[in-house]
């Protein structure tokens, strides 16, 4: 079994910043993309950033500047660093990976438990 386990969340005024990991565990062979979503209530879950295994980033337009997604994969962890938080930014933080459980097998996604992240105004 796999597991991705969040951490970093929390509350925060507008203008600070945050930190949020997520570390892999389990039957892992290798790990392909890795990514943050995030899903504000009422509304669809977004993208907001993605990160391949060599180290290939891409971003979310309203995140562009502000947030930077990187991976430790010695450790199996992406990492998500948001700085100028905004209010609109609140919502609840879920990671993504592509994980191979074996040499000879397709990878699959496999989804995090959700952290929540507030900003004050």
């Known amino acids: 079994q796999v597991q991705l386990v969040e951490s970093g969340g929390g509350l925060v005024q507008a203008g600070g910043s945050l930190r949020l990991s997520c570390a892999a565990s389990g039957i892992i062979f290798n790990i392909n993309a890795m990514a943050w979503y995030r899903q504000a209530p009422g509304k669809q879950r977004e993208l907001v950033a993605t990160i391949t295994s060599t180290g290939s980033t891409n971003y979310a337009d309203s995140v562009k500047g502000r947030f930077t997604i990187s991976r430790d994969n010695a450790k199996n962890t992406v990492f998500l660093q948001m700085n100028s938080l905004k209010p609109e930014d609140t919502a609840v933080y879920y990671c993504?990976?592509?994980?191979?459980?074996?040499?000879?097998?397709?990878?699959?996604?496999?989804w995090g438990q959700g952290t929540q992240v507030t900003v004050s105004s």
């Open positions: 993504n990976a592509n994980i191979q459980i074996g040499r000879f097998k397709w990878g699959d996604d496999y």
